[in-house]
């Protein structure tokens, strides 16, 4: 009878091991999926609307921002060159007449000292991009001539420049129009020019082929005096006339 009752109690007492084990397998907890949301842009305050950080190397810090008040369109820019290295700062500002639309860093000369470009649009319909250019020489901004658009590279200009880097170079289209004023409307072509620059002097080349012949008219060619008469062949008409004269000469 002893030997039953404890064969029922080891029974008894593995079944609520048992069931123990069971339930400590089932609610092993997971490990949490942790998400990381994106961390929003920071908010300029107000008088600053424009800010763009360029790394240049190590310890050498651009940042380039735009502020103003009591208008959307005007006021100034300023560079605010950071080397943490030397532990020395140094400010360069200038007049804004529009926003900027972006910022980028070159070395076109290969001199080993970086030029910061600034690309800004104004409200003007027909010219309504402008470049500050600058080259920092030991901490000492250089503020450079940026290339203005020529006539050929203006026909059939209205804007909307793009502007990369590309292979050390600073590359720049805009798409064309055919006609003029309110009435132009997208001829579905680009031009593309590529912008270097030697002695602290851009210079640009025209990369794409139809540089010359948008809007271009067909010009009359005007004989100058005193040139021969004998390649222009006279027409029918011409002909017919001359004869008439003829005849009415041979009659008098």
């Not at 029922?8 to 069971?22: H, K, M, R, Y």
């Not at 006339?241 to 003829?246: C, L």
Request: hydrophobic share 30%; net charge positive.
């Amino acid at each position: 009878m002893k030997n039953t009752w404890l064969i029922n109690f080891l029974t008894f007492a593995c079944l609520i091991v048992s069931g123990i084990l069971i339930s400590g397998c089932n609610n092993e907890q997971k490990p949490a999926i942790v998400t990381t949301a994106a961390r929003p842009k920071p908010v300029l305050m107000a008088p600053f609307r424009y800010h763009k950080l360029i790394e240049v190397s190590p310890g050498q810090d651009y940042d380039i921002l735009s502020w103003g008040r009591g208008s959307a369109k005007l006021g100034a820019f300023e560079i605010l060159h950071s080397d943490s290295a030397a532990a020395k700062f140094s400010t360069t500002t200038g007049d804004l007449d529009g926003i900027i639309v972006d910022v980028f860093n070159t070395d076109m000369d290969l001199d080993g000292n970086p030029e910061i470009l600034i690309q800004t649009k104004t409200n003007d319909t027909l010219y309504n991009t402008h470049v500050f250019a600058f080259e920092y020489t030991n901490g000492k901004a250089d503020k450079l001539d940026f290339p203005k658009l020529t006539e050929q590279q203006k026909q059939g200009y209205r804007g909307n420049d793009s502007f990369y880097v590309k292979d050390g170079k600073l590359e720049r289209e805009f798409p064309l129009y055919t006609g003029s004023g309110k009435s132009a409307k997208p001829n579905g072509q680009k031009r593309q020019l590529e912008y270097g620059m030697r002695n602290n002097q851009f210079n640009v080349h025209t990369l794409s082929k139809d540089s010359t012949k948008v809007n271009t008219a067909i010009k009359p060619v005007v004989q100058a005096k005193g040139t021969s008469s004998k390649l222009v062949k006279p027409t029918p008409e011409k002909k017919k006339k001359k004869k008439h004269r003829r005849h009415h000469s041979d009659e008098g």
